[in-house]
């Protein structure tokens, strides 16, 4: 097989070769119109990732770049068989599910004097120690426990050797680019390659690498380390809420006989052809939505807060999945259980 594609041109080459998922127009340009009306709000900025989120670390230290990285390591596969019955986590008087259950698990850690963003502790930390930490307040454990432990042990070694146990020493090494450091964090760690094939072409979706790239800027508040020249190279984050919510909002279709498999709760590989339709599609919409949002912007000479990029389209739209729980009920996610996403 020839070279290994980037996550843009992956999705535009799924896009124009997908069977049954399919990108709607005016479903596009209608989600286009929606965040153009939050242009210039609160959300579509790069501080909103601290406002908005109170479990997101409020400091811009090298702590609070190595909280990103041990959370954007784990950052995969949270959903549960029912919604009902799923892993929860209780933190500060609150109840906190799916990715914002580890968030809040990583924060209980550090108040109970455990030091889970230290790659010298999770180089070695042990399968139980990882249970405990990332243990439930329900009798549904958090998917993949042992992955996590193995991916923990993996990497904070790594981090030790090459960047003398700080992702921060990583992020130096990127000159301010965040496609450097995009692929320095793809060739230094295993479990962020998040590779597959289709029509017997390498494709990328670097899901998890994609958005610690993202989390970095944000922490950093797209300032000093954190001040990447070319960040608005990053795409979405192809995961498995932004496909839900595509297709609630009409910008994204399915056939009929695939949206019947994801309502009967079908597992969908990593790497099948209807599963990397589905994340390839997502990701090539929102470039679209993207497009839309800054002509209309440019024509209606509309006030921005800074320059929209994918990052924040995802972000926004990701918050949004989770603030329409109950409205997108009727629409399926796709169930993929793996580490990358
Ligand atoms: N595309 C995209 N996928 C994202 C995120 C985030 C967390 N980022 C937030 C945190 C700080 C920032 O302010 C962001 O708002 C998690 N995920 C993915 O979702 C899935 C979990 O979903 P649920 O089961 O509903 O919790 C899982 O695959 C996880 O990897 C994002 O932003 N974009």
């Known amino acids: 097989m020839d070279g290994l594609l980037t996550p843009r041109e992956s999705a535009e080459f799924i896009a124009e070769n997908s069977r049954d998922v399919f990108i709607d127009g005016g479903g596009v340009r209608r989600v286009a119109e929606l965040l153009l009306a939050k242009a210039a709000g609160p959300e579509l900025r790069v501080g909103a990732w601290k406002a908005l989120h109170e479990l997101n670390p409020k400091a811009a230290d090298e702590a609070a770049v190595n909280w990103v990285f041990v959370t954007d390591t784990l950052n995969f596969s949270f959903w549960s068989e029912s919604d009902e019955h799923r892993c929860l986590v209780g933190y500060g008087g609150k109840t906190y599910s799916g990715y914002w259950s580890l968030c809040a698990a990583v924060n209980r850690a550090l108040e109970e004097g455990i030091p889970i963003t ?86 990328s979706f670097y899901k998890r690498a994609q958005i610690l790239v993202a989390d970095t800027w944000s922490v950093l508040e797209g300032k000093g380390d954190g001040c990447f020249k070319d960040i608005s190279r990053i795409t979405m984050f ?104």
Request: aromatic share 10%; with cysteine; glycine share 4%.
């Open 118 to 203: 230290s790659a010298s502790y999770y180089a070695t930390v042990t399968l139980d120690e990882v249970r405990h930490i990332l243990r439930s307040d329900t009798d549904v454990p958090m998917p993949l426990i042992e992955e996590r432990h193995r991916i923990l042990n993996e990497t904070g070694k790594i981090l030790l050797e090459k960047f003398e146990g700080s992702f921060l020493n990583c992020v130096r090494k990127s000159d301010k680019s965040a496609q450097k450091l995009l692929h320095l964090v793809v060739e230094s760690f295993p479990s962020y390659r998040d590779v597959t094939q289709f029509e017997g072409k390498r494709i």
């Open 238 to 341: 192809a995961d498995y809420r932004l496909p839900q919510v595509l297709v609630y909002l009409g910008a994204l279709k399915y056939s009929d006989e695939l949206l019947e498999k994801l309502l009967k709760g079908e597992v969908l590989s990593y790497g099948n052809r209807q599963e990397v339709e589905i994340r390839g599609c997502s990701l090539w919409c929102v470039e679209l939505i993207r497009d839309c949002l800054l002509e209309l912007t440019e024509k209606k000479d509309e006030k921005t807060s800074g320059e929209i990029n994918s990052i924040l389209l995802d972000y926004f739209l990701w918050d949004y999945a989770r603030d329409h729980r109950e409205d997108m009920k009727g629409i399926p996610f796709h169930r993929t259980r793996c580490i990358y996403y």
